[in-house]
């Protein structure tokens, strides 16, 4: 006769996974937005009215 025990192996393996792409790829997008934000804090220019703009000079336009 057989013991019956209740979700003795629930396998929650799929869960998991997602769980663990969903933080990987935040934390990925947190710190690529952490280094790319002091990465180009020496191309930060502000403007006389006070805004601030970036002058990144590869996306710049050559002008003749």
């Avoid at 769980?19 to 180009?40: E, K, N, S, Y």
């Avoid at 002058?55 to 050559?62: G, H, R, V």
């Amino acid at each position: 006769m057989s013991r019956y025990v209740p979700k003795t192996y629930y396998n929650r393996r799929l869960p998991r996974i997602v769980f663990r792409i969903a933080v990987t790829v935040t934390l990925t997008v947190l710190i690529l937005f952490i280094v790319l934000f002091f990465a180009l804090q020496t191309y930060r220019k502000t403007n006389p009215d006070g805004t601030i703009s970036l002058d990144i000079p590869w996306l710049m336009e050559e002008t003749t």
